[in-house]
């Protein structure tokens, strides 16, 4: 991973930067094998043609999207989907990091959201938040001090003072604990699941096809990582083939089944 070159340097806490920077050509080998479903995919392509034709909404005072929220389980490719569109975009990717933007202190966090979102809009990237909940978790929730409130009450202002040519995405697990204004900022909203027959199918062929087989193992594979994650499914995989690598043969089914007992996917 190498820092691409930006207008300006990413603001840092606890004496570290706040973000790790991916530039578009590494995010286009991030996503060689992304797998979106079809109703995600429709979502993406439509916002990507939007941002590149912002000239003909102009006219019609139609706003262009620039914020996107993804919710759903873990490993199912939402933050995959922040590298692509940052790579379809020719952005930088901003990778947010919690550990540096969440404080101790009283006011630091608030301070901290705002400085990574004045940074985006002063330089165009695709700025990516994951376990978004961390920092927009309902206020309902909040007795202590009212110190997470304000950090909510900040993230709105931000939100809403969000513009320029960068994009800001968010994903996070836990959809139901978001507050109810925040959901509301958002123009663009994604939903994840878990692989169906087809897509899983897909998935496999991108990982599998190129390497040397004994036999087509694409049909047994897809029958076993049945309910797997993407992330699951991939690192499965993986293992599969260091073993194939390992022991100087072609892929067999019994390495994906020996990897798959090895690595206990959750399956759901």
Request: hydrophobic share 40%.
């Amino acid at each position: 991973m190498s820092k691409h070159k930006t207008n300006s340097r990413l603001p840092r806490s606890k004496g570290i930067d706040m973000g790790t920077c991916y530039t578009p050509e590494e995010c286009e080998k991030k996503v060689k094998r992304i797998v979106l479903g079809q109703t995600n995919q429709q979502i993406v392509e439509e916002f990507i043609t939007i941002i590149g034709m912002k000239e003909r909404f102009e006219p019609y005072e139609v706003p262009i999207p620039n914020k996107i929220v993804m919710f759903g389980p873990p490993g199912t490719g939402k933050t995959l989907t922040a590298f692509y569109i940052a790579a379809r975009l020719k952005l930088p990717l901003i990778v947010v990091r919690l550990d540096a933007l969440i404080h101790s202190h009283l006011g630091e966090t608030g301070s901290n959201i705002r400085k990574i979102f004045d940074y985006a809009k002063a330089t165009p990237c695709v700025l990516f938040l994951d376990e978004f909940d961390a920092i927009g978790r309902t206020r309902d929730h909040f007795d202590e001090a009212k110190e997470m409130a304000r950090v909510v009450n900040t993230l709105l202002q931000c939100l809403d003072e969000f513009e320029g040519d960068s994009i800001f995405v968010a994903a996070t697990n836990l959809e139901a604990e978001l507050d109810h204004a925040i959901w509301r900022r958002f123009d663009t909203k994604m939903t994840y699941g878990m692989p169906g027959d087809k897509d899983r199918e897909q998935f496999i062929h991108l990982h599998l096809d190129g390497f040397e087989q004994d036999e087509p193992v694409h049909q047994a594979a897809s029958e076993l990582l049945e309910g797997c994650s993407f992330a699951d499914m991939e690192q499965i995989i993986l293992k599969a083939k260091r073993k194939a690598i390992i022991e100087h043969r072609p892929l067999r089914f019994t390495f994906i089944e020996e990897a798959y007992s090895e690595y206990k996917p959750n399956v759901q």
